[in-house]
């Protein structure tokens, strides 16, 4: 689950990591409010939507007054931003985040994440700030530094302090700044977050440490130990499919492809994308439907699948371990009666019942094509959607 910038940085001020002063608004009237009240000679008009590149695409400007935050305020709200996260279609502007300007030094990145290939969070520092990270690890991987944490011993002072010597910081400010990445830790590993970045990480000419932007992801499987998170949750943000999906604990992520899959289990899922690929095709999402497929679940599954004109064609292939093959055919046959499928099936079944599943899809009647493996499941739906 992502969160906006004002929701990330009111979090971290919990954990005592300074951020600018700022209000929120969702009107020209209340940014004007809220530069009168920030007092500063500069305010930043700031775009809150789940992308980044804002700046880029004219959703962060400076306002020299409260007049001008108000007219800027008018000019972003309601716009389709576009940036390089965002798709072309864009994002519509709601809420706009007003914050004090600040006299800026240095520009550096702060980014805390989970490595899954070495099954430990890394903290990752770079003098590049401002910039977007994916660009300078393509192009500079050695310009930024990685310290591994341990997770029993968690994320220590002295590997801090080689972060802050890394990026420059001067001496005077090296406590202040491992106190700074510390207290990120803290707010990283005590709200379960997946990913938290601060970009930029700012020296200002006044000698503080600031996190001028925030951007944290929360761990969807931990969000049962964090009920309050919930509330931040902006719906407007998400894809619709994929809030419908979540519904019926489907794990279900739209791609660009014209082949819809129905899958048990999440490695399967992602073979099953590989194997379409290689087949010449392009999968139309990611869908999981878990160990328990029951019918309402299919059907749940089915209604989003088809949502997406796109689609010309769902792979359904379920290893049936968990699950009877007989159960999620019946499951797939009543769900693609009742909401009168006409795009072209292919069913492939594997594991416990196989044969009576697969005796079901075939008598069904149905516009179904029963496949014998994942390479003839995958040549038989491309072929199809072609």
Do not use: W
Request: glycine share 10%.
């Amino acid at each position: 689950m992502k969160v906006h910038e004002y929701q990330g940085k009111e979090l971290l001020q919990k954990f005592g990591v300074a951020v600018p002063r700022g209000m929120v608004a969702r009107s020209p009237e209340e940014a004007y409010n809220a530069a009168k009240e920030l007092g500063a000679e500069v305010v930043v008009v700031k775009a809150q939507i789940h992308a980044g590149g804002r700046g880029k695409g004219g959703g962060v400007k400076l306002a020299r007054s409260a007049d001008e935050a108000r007219e800027i305020a008018g000019q972003i709200l309601g716009m389709k931003l576009v940036t390089h996260q965002t798709g072309p279609e864009g994002r519509e502007v709601r809420v706009l985040l007003i914050e004090e300007g600040l006299s800026i030094d240095k520009e550096f990145y702060l980014g805390i994440v989970l490595d899954r290939a070495s099954g430990r969070s890394v903290f990752m520092a770079s003098a590049a700030g401002g910039m977007d990270i994916e660009e300078v690890a393509a192009k500079t991987p050695e310009q930024i530094m990685k310290e591994t944490v341990d997770p029993g011993l968690g994320f220590r002072s002295f590997q801090a302090r080689k972060l802050a010597f890394g990026l420059g910081i001067p001496g005077a400010l090296l406590t202040q700044a491992v106190k700074f990445m510390q207290s990120l830790y803290m707010a990283y590993e005590q709200m379960d977050a997946s990913l938290l970045e601060i970009n930029p990480f700012l020296l200002t000419k006044d000698n503080r440490l600031i996190a001028l932007d925030a951007k944290i992801n929360f761990d969807d499987n931990a969000l049962f130990r964090h009920r309050e998170f919930l509330d931040l949750r902006d719906l407007n943000e998400e894809d619709p499919s994929e809030i419908e999906a979540s519904k019926f604990d489907l794990n279900y992520i739209k791609l660009e492809g014209n082949i819809a899959c129905m899958v048990n289990g999440a490695g399967l899922a992602m073979a099953t994308m590989d194997i379409i690929k290689l087949a010449g095709g392009e999968p139309a999402n990611f869908l999981d439907v878990g160990g328990g497929a029951s019918q309402e679940r299919v059907e749940a599954a089915f209604r989003i699948l088809l949502a997406d004109e796109h689609v010309e064609a769902v792979l359904i292939n379920i290893f049936g371990g968990i699950v009877r093959c007989d159960m999620v055919a019946r499951g797939v046959v009543e769900a693609a009666k009742k909401l009168n499928i006409t795009v072209p099936i292919v069913v492939r079944l594997e594991g416990t019942n196989v044969e009576e599943g697969q005796r079901v899809i075939r008598e069904s009647g149905l516009n179904f094509t029963v496949a014998k493996g994942m390479k003839d499941a995958a040549e038989k739906v491309v072929a199809l959607a072609a």
